[in-house]
């Protein structure tokens, strides 16, 4: 069973365009990270949110906490190639040190 | 402040052998956690160590086993190899002692197994 689903699994889009990713679960999370992988290289942390309905920006990029933290999004504004790569979300499991990441989306974004 | 490293970078090996990967984390990290990607799989956890002890452990066969050492690097080492083994490899280091303890990750192993 997979605990975190995420939508969509593939996305190719123009730049400039607008775009949000989702990563979704039925469990509830004290808190949830997002990263970036770039092809040959480990994944990035971009932004641990930890509040439910928690809002963060990052440059272009808006990351949300659902109210319930079951779920959260990831939304980009005028995506550029340079943020093509490979979307991750990961959450602590309770009680332990174990990370689990979600399947994540895929992201081309064409010139 | 060097990031994580991990040797080698690419590693071709045949079924049957065994293999042992290399991390070096951040200095002053004294967590590592080995982690396996696969296109089907996704990123999936394999165990974590803290001040030389492994604190948790995925869901993986004993042929998978790894060690810390005193000055916090670490290793994975993978005994009779199979196909299905074949795979990138992560380490991720960080302060650890628990809590939203912030990852980062090396560039990988590339293992394949022939």
């Known amino acids: 069973t997979q605990l975190l689903e995420q939508s969509p699994q593939f996305l190719s889009i123009q730049e400039g365009e607008n775009l949000t990713v989702y990563c979704n679960s039925s469990?509830?999370?004290?808190?949830l990270q997002w990263y970036r992988q770039e092809p040959g290289e480990g994944p990035v942390l971009l932004v641990t949110?930890?509040?439910?309905?928690e809002v963060k920006k990052l440059k272009r990029l808006t990351f949300q906490f659902g109210d319930a933290r079951k779920d959260s999004s990831l939304h980009i504004t005028a995506a550029q190639p340079g943020d093509t790569g490979l979307y991750l979300c990961?959450?602590?499991?309770?009680?332990?040190?174990?990370?689990?990441f979600g399947t994540g989306t895929r992201l081309k974004v064409l010139a | 402040k060097a990031g994580v490293t991990q040797t080698p970078r690419y590693l071709i090996k045949t079924r049957g052998q065994q293999v042992t990967l290399s991390c070096s984390p951040i200095?002053?990290?004294?967590?590592v956690s080995w982690y396996q990607q696969t296109p089907g799989q996704g990123l999936q956890f394999l165990f974590e160590?803290?001040?030389?002890?492994?604190?948790n452990k995925g869901n993986f066969p004993g042929r998978f086993s790894g060690r810390q050492f005193s000055n916090s690097r670490s290793e994975m080492n993978v005994s009779t190899l199979e196909l299905g083994d074949s795979a990138l490899y992560l380490c991720?280091?960080?302060f650890g002692g628990g809590g939203n303890y912030e990852q980062y990750f090396g560039p990988g192993t590339r293992l394949t197994v022939t």
């Open positions: 469990s509830v999370f004290s808190s």
């Open positions: 990961a959450v602590l499991t309770s009680g332990t040190y174990k990370y689990i």
């Open positions: 160590y803290f001040s030389e002890t492994q604190r």
């Open positions: 991720a280091s960080s």
């Open positions: 200095s002053g990290h004294r967590s």
């Open positions: 949110v930890v509040t439910g309905g």
